[in-house]
């Protein structure tokens, strides 16, 4: 038996019987969503998709590959330069996107009992955070269809009395491969088509191969809402083949990636063969600093959020803590009661507060980190082991006695870790939140704001929130610094980052 997998007999519940759509859905045969058609793969070749509270397979999906990735680069290519979608307005695009949110609102129970299963999150989080998250985003990016702008300017050039009008305008990048990750499989998708549909691209999504079901889900309701064919394509299957044949391929104008930073780093040095355009949204080691006058009981409930969430498997988790030595043990010990206290179960168990990971190998990842962390001479406050059960459960979990030089605190672990450690003085703490290749997020707690004001711009992140952790919005920018990411999501930003400027001079 694992060392880290506790004997004992497990608490975990039974994972409820889905109901008869998702069911009905989840039978269906392996698909892809190509030129607005459900077709089968050209290989016939498929991937098993499993229930992480159980362990059990629960369906199966198409594995794309590169003959498939073809015809679905084509598909977009000839929708973007030809068709409905080339002449569209751009308040047509607002409505279908517009109709899109409407129809996830409709389905919204449906979609969040495909994630809890498809990711093993619970239902109530998913219908509560990805789902709305998703459907307020596509509403969001919706207006922005009809508020891409241009510039005029005056030019010095030419002989003297020439005069010349000249402007820049934006055009869309052309076609967009967009690769999302396994934690948030829904509103990563809206993340990546909205901004991109809005300004006029055309896009190839591949969901990862863990999370394919609310992408297909989603494909359905693209075209129940009108959306001309080729517009969005979507592939499933292992991202080893199809994903690195849309990278690629020279048909992809650009690429949009979430995930870890070393498959980012992979996609960064394929993209370069053929230039294309690249935004990276990659990993995070996000630091969460607590200085002395904060209220140990807030930070302990808000920390507890900050790492277990989504069972620590958030990019912008807040994994690393750093408490100020005179209210370091009230605040150890308000998140170990908040750690212990959480109930483990499958997502669709409506008394579950936290679900299992996404897969046994990320199981077996975390479990690793824990290790790891054991053998450099941490010592494990609370949980540190996985219950005995066919499911991907890993307990919430808090190190104590750590230091920069244990991987548990410099690598990015993706699972309810947190390590926890002492600070006396301000210039040290902001060293070590800064001594990381990651920059993606972090926070401040404390209710000086003078303090948090002159600490914020010290703090080399994308985000930086105070006395919260993990809120993210459509309108505000989210990306990072460092190996953390290039480009920004979100905003006017994520619509720029899908467009072109052209400028335009002519002699009058």
């Known amino acids: 038996m694992n060392a880290s997998v506790s004997p004992a007999a497990s608490p975990i519940a039974a994972q409820p019987i889905p109901s008869a759509a998702v069911s009905k859905f989840f039978a269906l045969k392996p698909r892809l969503f190509i030129n607005g058609e459900w077709v089968e793969s050209r290989s016939g070749k498929t991937v098993e998709v499993f229930d992480p509270a159980t362990g059990k397979q629960v369906g199966l999906v198409a594995d794309a590959g590169p003959e498939d990735v073809d015809r679905a680069v ?57 789902v ?72 190839v999504l591949k969901p990862a191969e863990q999370t394919p079901m609310s992408a297909l889900r989603l494909g359905e309701l693209i075209r129940e809402a009108g959306f001309p064919p080729g517009v969005v394509n979507i592939l499933t299957g292992a991202g080893e083949l199809s994903g690195a044949a849309l990278v690629a391929h020279p048909g ?76 370091f043990d009230k605040v150890l010990d308000g998140v170990s009661a908040a750690a212990a206290s959480i109930r483990l179960g499958p997502g669709l168990e409506q008394a579950t507060e936290m679900g299992p990971l996404v897969s046994k190998e990320q199981q077996e990842r975390v479990l690793g980190f824990i290790e790891s962390g054991r053998q450099q001479g941490a010592s494990v406050a609370v949980g540190g082991e996985a219950p005995s059960h066919p499911g991907y459960f890993v307990k919430p979990t808090i190190l ?34 800064n001594d990381t290749p990651y920059g993606l997020a972090a926070s401040i707690w404390t209710n000086n704001l003078s303090a948090a004001h002159r600490l914020i711009p010290r703090i080399k992140a994308g985000t930086v929130w105070v006395n919260c ?17 290039s480009g920004r999501e979100h905003g006017r930003v994520a619509v720029e980052m899908y467009t072109e400027t052209k400028s335009v001079c002519i002699m009058i």
């Open 400 to 433: 104590v006695n750590v230091n920069q030089d244990m991987r548990v605190v410099r690598e990015e672990i993706f699972g309810p870790v947190l390590v926890a450690q002492r600070f006396d003085d301000l210039d040290d703490v902001v060293k070590a939140a």
């Open 132 to 203: 709305p998250g998703a459907r307020n985003y596509f509403r969001y990016m919706a207006g922005w269809a009809t508020k891409i702008t241009g510039t005029t300017m005056q030019t010095s050039m030419g002989p003297p009395g020439s005069k010349f009008h000249t402007y820049v305008a934006r055009e869309p990048v052309g076609v967009v491969a967009q690769i999302v990750p396994w934690n948030f499989p829904l509103a990563m998708a809206a993340w990546k088509l909205g901004p991109a549909l809005a300004a006029g691209c055309t896009c």
């Open 469 to 485: 952790h993990n809120l993210v919005d459509p309108n505000m920018p989210f990306g990072g610094y460092k190996q953390s990411g």
């Open 74 to 130: 084509a598909a977009a290519r000839a929708a973007l330069e030809a068709g409905p979608w080339a002449v569209m307005t751009p308040s047509g695009r607002e409505a279908l996107l517009w109709k899109l949110a409407d129809l996830i609102e409709r389905d919204a129970a449906e979609f969040a009992e495909i994630e809890s299963i498809d990711n093993g999150k619970t239902r109530f989080m998913a219908s509560i955070v990805d």
């Open 252 to 327: 992809v104008d650009k690429i949009a990636f979430t995930g870890s930073t070393d498959v980012g780093k992979i996609i960064n040095r394929s993209a370069t063969d053929t230039l294309k355009r690249v935004s990276l949204e990659l990993g995070g080691k996000s630091p969460m600093i607590v200085l002395p006058d904060a209220d140990p009981n807030a930070v302990a409930g808000g920390s507890a959020g900050a790492i277990f969430f989504n069972a620590g498997q958030v990019c912008t988790a807040g994994s690393r803590l750093y408490v100020h030595r005179s209210i």
